[in-house]
């Protein structure tokens, strides 16, 4: 079926319900940012495989709202789709709604299926299109039908990791989370997203590419705790571990019978933005449950000691896997033919290597030349570069270990530099030193990191349109919350034991792209006159490319900054290397 | 009557009425910050003098409600007041409310003066109260029965100023506001904050202390605008010119029959922080006005070009002012007795001689020592310090020209100066610097120069406890929004025409305040690949002492940038000085 065929399809779906526009999101049940196969609507429906996106179709218009950053990609893959990009203004704002209410008219009908829509999302929907007399119907699933051969739910294994991993027992995050759903007025607390139930009760799967979670549901009362799991997918010992720990197992899709039995005015807590509509208008009185950030992600997003004591070992395993890659890089370039996509299996097989690697953490950006001011770009058979003894290389790559997930940026040239690639280098690798190291008041926001971030490259008026770091999951999510350094004014402390990308970039259209990165773990300074001080531990470990360094763009604490970070990984690293590549490792951070 | 006699009075109302709550806020019906006298309710019931505060009286407690600028000076004036100090975590969160909330319980009754709480206010002690079956009357002025001497309404003479002065039309301006009034959906707009008033008709008057304003209210719709104001205090042609302009005047108290008169349904913009609740409870269905930030507030913070160059002309006339201060004392420091006082009308004087000067803009801060520390001292003739030759002065001062407002701080040294001295001033500066200098995105907001600026205290662990940077008017308020710059996640955008101050700090409690002040001009820079750009004019002028600065914590660009900022004040001031007044200021601002 060709997606032309799909989209007229749908539309004889809609004429049959009187439908007038039916929305797509990019999304599923769990609100997740990566999708099982059964939820990838967008890319069935259209072609598009971004992971921001939303489609809308009317009789006469059909169209995909997505963000700058999937623009090119949009441009190509919806060729002869039938669909035409709508370019967004603002990320992540849903614009579409404003396009629905001006194009629609009282008596129109919108549907789209609450699986697939946030609580959020569905409410703004429905305060936006209500008062205009708009009806709108969230229960419908127009792809179902034509789509033959939907794939099915994921259902591969999941396990639990021990205490000695995770460093806290399941029993004791429950009674944390139990303690703030209290707080918060609730009895009950409804979690449906798959990291913070991963979290909650140290479980670990394979459901969905790049995130080790597992499909499931969680809900909380003031005594009992059940998980909504396929149970087949749990070993039995580690079903009786959850049982010793007071979690109730019960089939995944008996959520919504449980649900319906909640006593009707027994408050429920809620994340109205990792919630699905579908679920939360199962819950009796729906409307008057309690909303807020999940207690689990805030919770998740500090790392105890143990948990940062295994991302600092498997950071180490990181940097040993990079390194080779790197080495074999520079030995193979002018040897053999090399490509984006061929490099990203070698730097995959590298990681494999390693003890305790599970898969990547999210797909390998290899860019080269032009394909490095894509910041989202991923190789394709259609675009797959091969590389030549020239020009700059972004690969931006991460693992899964099941001690921790690694998430860096580096830029290597593969040959020939030019001045303005060393000073574009200079400033973004200033900015991240100076993120890295500065300290900040407790209590500070992550704005305020980006700021700083920023401000060198803002000197010689360049920035990047992306923000300057993510929350980074423990052997979880690579994109986790609370938390995040952008520009944006959200209102989150950082917190002790949280982990970040620190991650400038700086993008010349059609010629290169340059980001940096290191993820960095929150730490306690000193206490002075002026109050308590944090900083950041640099926890990354992988040689930063000194030949593309331009000295005088640099401050000496800059310089001292690189030449002791590199030291650091040489000396972290080197213990586990061949003598070869120790002394290959040896040149790429001697001091300059 | 002593302040416990009061607190007696009080409470016998209170008991008269059945109140068990009484609240009074630091405001007037036009939500000023500085208030005329007839308002200064706090002041008459307890003592307490500050900016900043709320009282709340039951039964049997007795408190006032302040931030950390105002501790050391609450205790001392609370004494024996019969009030208490209780310490505001967060400045400006009414924390009081929680407070009554826990304190009472149903059936109690908590009474207020409506004409002096906002909007905002109001609304959210009848939100946090009301679930709890807490009655609340907002019509209550218990003062008023024991304030025998209550001053009446200021009563003193506003003018006009022309169109030369401020660069635009007094009917150029209300289209503005109307425009975006009718955008915004509202047939009314409300104006009750009185610098908004004073912008939009071009008006200035003198019943505030420091701010050039005018008792009054206006009214808009989409075809006639209404000034309440008492008529006596404009001479005919100013009256004439606004009648031209087709604005109606009214009386002042008329403005209760008009909004009485409007049409039920007919939707009234207000800005629910700058609107006091009697005067909205006047609305018809109040409860469907249109919320939003006045349109003036925004308008009137971007200067237009007449304005931003007449504020350049007054930065001379204030530089000259405060050359001939600064000389004057270094000159008269060890010849005579010297106070926090004198020197304080000293500063006046200077600043009197000065064409066009009308009066201060706020009341001078000279913290002589441990003063300095005090980020809001005000000296009295309790407190008021003699200079001798050693040690840290500091003053915060400011000037009402017809032309432009000023607002500067400069901090010498009368003799002997501390490494310790030379450090901290030497941060400071370095912060003010980096903010002064920074380029930054347009779109960029006030908590991003917020963090550039503290960057250089932050990385020796030093903070300041009060923002970076405010909002001054053009001969108007010295504090203004909608901008700010501080560590806030307040979402106004910097733009294109904002005056702002930049004046980090550091504060050594006992010993002595650091602060270095500057205004500075959101200019246009260049667009770049990268987007556009913005950039800062520094507007004052007066030189920044050089012998408190140590140069090695200066990057070299900070040190071109001191030299070639004192060169620039030499060169605009030194034609309007005496010969030796010139041969001084050549020395202060020679190049290090």
């Known amino acids: 079926m060709t997606y032309t065929e799909k989209l007229l ?37 259209s072609g598009f495989t971004g992971s921001a996106g939303t489609l809308v179709i009317t009789e006469d218009f059909a169209g995909l709202w997505t963000d700058a950053r999937y623009f090119v990609q949009a441009n190509e893959q919806l060729k002869d789709s039938g669909f035409q990009l709508v370019k967004l203004k603002n990320q992540g704002k849903p614009e579409y709604i404003e396009w629905l209410s001006d194009s629609l008219t009282a008596g129109n009908k919108v549907a789209f299926d609450g699986k697939l829509a946030s609580v959020s999302i569905a409410k703004h929907l429905i305060a936006e299109l209500q008062p205009s007399k708009i009806l709108i119907d969230g229960t419908v699933d127009l792809l179902d039908e034509i789509w033959t051969d939907r794939p099915g739910l994921p259902n591969n294994e999941a396990y639990l990791l021990d205490e000695k991993t995770v460093g806290a027992a399941i029993s004791e995050k429950i009674a944390k989370v139990r303690d703030i759903m209290l707080k918060a007025g609730a009895k009950y607390h409804l979690i449906s997203s798959l990291d913070d139930i991963a979290w909650l009760f140290n479980i670990r799967g394979n459901d969905v590419k790049c995130n080790p979670v597992v499909l499931s549901f969680a809900l909380l009362s003031d005594k009992e705790v059940t ?24 089939a995944y899709d008996q959520l919504v019978d449980s649900l319906a039995k909640l006593p009707v005015g027994g408050s429920v807590l809620i994340d109205p933005k990792r919630t699905c509509y579908a679920v939360y208008t199962q819950i009796p009185q729906y ?94 058979d259609q675009s797959n570069a091969t590389l030549a003894s020239k020009g700059l290389l972004l690969i931006d790559s991460g693992g899964q270990y099941r001690t921790g997930t690694t998430d860096i940026t580096r830029v290597i040239s593969l040959g020939e530099l030019t001045d ?58 690579v994109h986790e919350g609370p938390h995040v350094f952008n520009t944006a004014n959200i209102d989150i402390e950082i917190e002790e034991g949280m982990v970040t990308s620190i991650e400038p970039g700086l993008y010349r259209e059609g010629r290169y792209g340059i980001r940096i990165e290191n993820l960095v773990l929150s730490i306690a300074d000193q206490e002075t006159d002026f109050g308590e001080f944090m900083a950041f531990e640099t926890l990354t470990l992988c040689y930063i490319d000194t030949q593309l360094v331009d000295k005088t763009l640099l401050d000496q604490k800059h310089i001292d900054w690189l030449n002791s970070y590199n030291n650091m990984v040489y000396e972290r690293i080197s213990p586990l290397l061949e003598v070869e590549e120790q002394q290959w490792l040896a040149e790429k951070t001697a001091i300059i």
């Open 9 to 45: 399809g749908l539309r004889k779906k809609m004429k049959e319900q009187q439908i007038d526009a039916y929305i797509i999101p990019s999304s599923d049940p769990h609100i997740s940012e990566y999708l099982p196969d059964r939820f990838k609507c967008i890319a069935f429906a």
């Open 227 to 250: 998980l909504f799991i396929d149970q087949e997918k749990l070993q039995p010992h580690d079903q009786e571990k959850l049982k010793k720990a007071g979690v109730h197992i019960a």
């Open 287 to 380: 409307e008057n449950t309690i909303e807020g950030l999940n207690p689990t992600t805030r919770l998740k997003a500090i790392k105890n000691t143990t948990e940062a004591e295994h991302i600092r070992q498997t950071m180490v395993k990181d940097g040993v896997a990079l390194t080779r890659f790197f080495k074999w890089l520079e030995e193979n370039i002018s040897q053999t033919t090399l490509t984006e996509l061929s490099i990203t299996d070698k730097l995959l097989q590298f990681r494999q290597q390693q003890e305790g690697f599970v898969n990547e953490s999210f797909d390998t950006i290899a860019g080269y030349l032009a394909h490095g001011a894509l910041p989202h770009y991923k190789a394709t």
């Open 420 to 477: 303005a690639e060393r000073v574009d280098y200079t400033l973004v690798l200033k900015g991240m030193i100076e993120g890295s190291t500065t300290t900040y008041p407790k209590g500070s926001r992550g704005y305020q990191i980006d700021a700083i971030t920023r401000k060198p490259l803002w000197d010689r008026l360049r920035n990047y349109g992306h923000g300057t770091g993510h929350g980074v999951g423990f052997f979880l999510n």
